[in-house]
């Protein structure tokens, strides 16, 4: 049960031990703060679409879903997407779910996980990748697809995005294509994984969206980061990337 505006909503999780069913089972929560400011965000959007980039067992996905926002969850784990189909088929919600990686080639690859059973940390390896002392290799192949797929999927012109899929996120935005052209994408949130991600990812990362008009707020108090706050930190915070011209409603937000 995770605690959803004041009502517990069933969120169907993992029985054994795994990182955020452990959680939910524990504080009824994933992640509360973080999602409540995301999902403003989008309720100040009339007819945003949510798309929820690493979804997990879809505790983001089922919030949007509750607010009637066209929703979109993708994720590369396919037990993750069975479980959140029976989340939402039994609060008779709707979301659209997604089973690919997002890459640059059509080479089949396969999740690895680490062993500490944090489901939701699992990574892409290749198929002849052998298997790592602290990983657990799966064997479902998964084919990958370039992120500009999703806008096919798509049926508004306003979007609002969270993204967090393990060091994948400048993956995501190299393949982007024209997504960003095509839609008025508000706001991503995203973890900064600084000691994970390479500085090469983190300056594309970097480039991508302060080329765009962007700039990054610290989520979830939309406190305003300059580059030497994080662009260089060691730890790991969660960042908001919010659109110039969404920067106006930050008033509205913080009420």
Not at 149 to 165: G, Q
Request: net charge positive.
């Amino acid at each position: 049960m995770v605690n959803i505006r004041g009502a517990e909503t069933p969120i169907r999780g993992y029985n054994g031990e795994d990182y955020i069913s452990d959680a939910i089972r524990k504080n009824k929560a994933w992640e509360p703060e973080l999602a409540r400011i995301i999902l403003k965000i989008a309720q100040q959007i009339p007819g945003v679409t949510f798309l929820d980039i690493g979804s997990n067992i879809g505790v983001y996905t089922v919030q949007a879903a509750q607010l009637g926002l066209p929703t979109l969850a993708l994720d590369a784990n396919i037990r993750n997407l069975l479980r959140l189909h029976l989340t939402l088929q039994a609060l008779s919600l709707k979301a659209t779910l997604i089973w690919n990686f997002i890459g640059n080639n059509q080479q089949l690859r396969y999740l690895k996980f680490p062993k500490e059973c944090n489901v939701g940390a699992g990574r892409k390896s290749s198929m002849n990748e052998g298997s790592e002392e602290n990983w657990l290799n799966d064997t479902i192949p998964i084919m990958p697809i370039r992120s500009e797929k999703l806008s096919r999927l798509i049926k508004t012109k306003d979007v609002v995005m969270k993204m967090d899929i393990e060091k994948g996120e400048a993956t995501f935005l190299e393949s982007s294509g024209s997504l960003f052209n095509d839609f008025k994408i508000w706001a991503v949130q995203m973890e900064w994984q600084g000691s994970l991600s390479t500085e090469q990812d983190r300056m594309k990362i970097l480039d991508f969206f302060t080329k765009r008009g962007y700039t990054a707020w610290k989520s979830p108090n939309v406190q305003h980061l300059v580059s030497s706050q994080w662009k260089t930190r060691s730890d790991m915070i969660d960042i908001l990337w919010l659109h110039s011209d969404f920067q106006l409603k930050l008033l509205a937000l913080k009420k």
